[in-house]
């Protein structure tokens, strides 16, 4: 798209106080606060229903936010910049909006709130709460041009709509076969509006070479471990081999972290502190045992069986010298492969990076120097952790632009 500043622009009279693009989580929650404040809304889609993403959740069960959520479990090159947004609709005041309309729900673990039933509530919650307050949503329209000039102008396959607000939160590039583009990006261009390179987070990595050899064998083989990227904060949860790498919770949360070239660290035995001394006592107290034996008392059988064969001599433990097992431990303690890659945005669950947060207002997520022109949700650099995170952000950064527009 390429800017217009023609005099039909300027003269197109409002159809709407607000033109919403993106009816996934930002943009429903923007629609239902400005619609609250008597703004007349219309929110547009492409796709042929509102909330795909949401729907798709959690495994269909929507992780819908966090116990534990603030801003500094938000990645951004402001790390500041949620704070506000945070502060002014939190978790809980979205969870007093999944009481009012009865919907039953559950903690999993660390904080993470799920439905008890279907991810259906959630998108049926908010399109209720929409409808209650006059928005109209159109599903399937496709916007064919952004115009500006005393406003805004919208074309879509669907018709043109003008009004003096924009909101744009068509999230990032994640997840491409759910419709997932970068036209956020394109818009933020079309403006002037600088973009932080966006990259796929919370996904799986992929592995090459010897790491990869050990790993494919023992695709579909868990256990939980504590992970950290060079930078970053260390996550103690449960890994998985893949037949490409590796997945599970703790490594899609370091991959947010992670930079092509740096090693991943992983501690394989979180809840044995001193395993060289675990195996120097088994290969006295049991010297006719095989290491894989011994091995598979501390992680999962198939992985002490690969990692047996492929680090210590095939001999009973009386035989297998000492240096030996603190080699292992110590591997154990500190494995740290270094990644070929990540599955990319196919897999990704989020989209890192985005509109870049100093050219946004954190109060209202108005672009300061395009009055009128928001950006929220997975648009905006800043990304969550795994664990219903970022669907906060959404509802927070939403909530800001609705009470602006």
């Known amino acids: 798209m390429t800017p217009t500043h023609d005099a039909t622009v300027q003269g197109a009279a409002p159809t709407h106080d607000a033109i919403i693009l993106g009816a996934g989580a930002a943009g429903l929650m923007a629609a239902i606060r400005a619609g609250q404040r008597g703004r007349r809304v219309i929110l547009l889609d492409h796709a042929e229903e509102a909330g795909k993403k949401i729907l798709i959740s959690g495994g269909g069960r929507c992780n819908f936010t966090n116990l534990e959520c603030r801003a500094d479990r938000l990645l951004s090159l402001n790390p500041h910049f949620a704070k506000s947004a945070l502060a002014r609709f939190n978790q809980h005041d979205f969870l007093g909006l999944v009481g009012k309309h009865g919907i039953a729900w559950h903690e999993k673990t660390l904080g993470q709130l799920f439905c008890d039933g279907s991810a259906r509530q959630i ?3 908010l399109l209720a709460e929409a409808d209650a307050v006059g928005v109209t949503l159109l599903t399937d329209a496709r916007v064919t041009e952004i115009g500006h000039g005393g406003g805004f102008r919208v074309a879509t396959s669907a018709g043109s709509f003008a009004a003096p607000a924009l909101v744009v939160a068509t999230g990032g590039p994640s997840i491409p076969k759910m419709g997932a583009t970068g036209f956020a990006y394109d818009v933020a261009q079309q403006f002037g509006i600088r973009v932080i390179t966006p990259r796929p987070a919370l ?21 939980p ?18 037949h490409r790498g590796l997945s599970g919770p703790a490594i899609l949360q370091v991959s947010s972290y992670w930079a092509a070239g740096t090693p991943v660290m992983l501690d394989l035995l979180p809840m044995q502190p001193d395993p060289a001394a675990a195996l120097r006592d088994a290969k006295r ?43 292992l431990a110590a591997r154990l303690k500190r494995w740290a492969p270094v990644p070929a890659g990540t599955e990319g945005y196919a897999k990704a669950e989020v989209t890192a990076g985005g509109i870049d947060t100093a050219a946004l207002s954190q109060r209202t997520m108005m672009a300061t120097a395009v ?24 509802w927070s950064s939403g909530w800001a632009a609705g009470e602006a527009v």
């Open 225 to 242: 471990c504590t992970a950290r990227a060079a930078a970053g904060p260390a996550f103690a949860e449960a890994m998985l081999f893949t």
């Open 123 to 125: 998108v049926a919650m």
């Open 203 to 223: 996904v799986p990595l992929t592995l090459a070479g010897e790491d990869l050899a050990l790993a494919q064998p023992l695709s579909g083989v868990a256990l």
């Open 285 to 327: 107290a049991r010297p006719r045992a095989e290491a894989r034996t011994v091995l598979a008392e501390m992680l999962p059988q198939r992985l002490a069986a690969a990692l047996a064969a492929r680090h210590l001599p095939p001999r009973p433990m009386a035989e297998i010298p000492d240096r030996d097992l603190i080699a």
């Open 371 to 394: 009055p009128g022109l928001f950006f929220v949700g997975e648009a905006v650099d800043v990304t969550g952790w795994l664990g219903g995170y970022n669907f906060q952000w959404a």
